[in-house]
T-cell receptor
């Protein structure tokens, strides 16, 4: 089956620094990837949609200058949280759409736990 | 505005019992309805999904029932096992060149299966 990985699985950073999270599709080419954040006991909130080679489309209320998304290849998308603050602490999850599986099916990564101190 | 409403928020069921989770949607353009299972600290995993041209789909102990006219769909977990204890999310999607099939998630249901 289609596998999506994320790196790192956990990261702790100091307030004001930047942190990069990688999302990779391991055995398929993902033309579209999605980034979510999830707070404890809450649902997944879509942050942005990225298509390979194009600028990401951000959901309303998500600061594009703070959450930089790069989808430079068909197997890699990155999310960079710039000038992180404690309120950015969350569980960040990516998903990837595999075109051969049809229009809809998305495969999720294992998530990255970000803690900003 | 939440486009997919999910209930109940939590559910306790005995081992061997049936867990039922309900979802309702408003946008009739949605045409893909998946259910995801999530364990603590993990990403969601696709459990089962349905398209609106069928009223029911079964995979093992998991069944989706779909009522297009009522704009509702539900997940039934038969013979619930302790290993089914997790949070379940329903979702809905439509594919357009603007949305790229992005998912609208329900709020989630925490299911606890007692031994």
């Amino acid at each position: 089956g289609a596998v999506v990985s994320q790196h790192p699985s956990r990261v702790i950073c100091k307030s004001g620094t930047s942190v990069k999270i990688e999302c990779r599709s391991l055995d398929f080419q993902a033309t579209t990837m999605f980034w979510y954040r999830q707070f404890p006991k809450q649902s997944l909130m879509l942050m942005a949609t990225s298509n390979e080679g194009s600028k990401a489309t951000y959901e309303q209320g998500v600061e594009k200058d703070k959450f930089l998304i790069n989808h430079a290849s068909l197997t890699l998308s990155t999310l960079t949280v710039t000038s992180a603050h404690p309120e950015d602490s969350s569980f960040y999850i990516c998903s990837a759409r595999e075109p051969l599986a049809g229009y809809y099916e998305q495969y999720f990564g294992p998530g990255t736990r970000l803690t900003v101190t | 505005q939440q486009q997919v409403k999910q209930s109940p928020q939590s559910l306790i069921v005995q081992k061997g019992g049936i867990s039922i989770i309900n979802c309702a949607y408003e946008n009739t353009a949605f045409d893909y309805f998946p259910w995801y299972q999530q364990f603590p600290g993990k990403g969601p995993a696709l459990l089962i999904a349905i398209r609106p041209d069928v009223s029911e789909k079964k995979e093992g102990r998991f069944t989706i029932s779909f009522n297009k006219s009522a704009k509702q769909f539900s997940l039934h977990i038969m013979d619930s096992q302790p290993g089914d204890s997790a949070t379940y999310f329903c979702a809905a999607s439509m594919f357009t060149t603007d949305s790229w099939g992005k998912l609208q998630f329900g709020a989630g249901t925490q299911v606890v299966v007692t031994p």
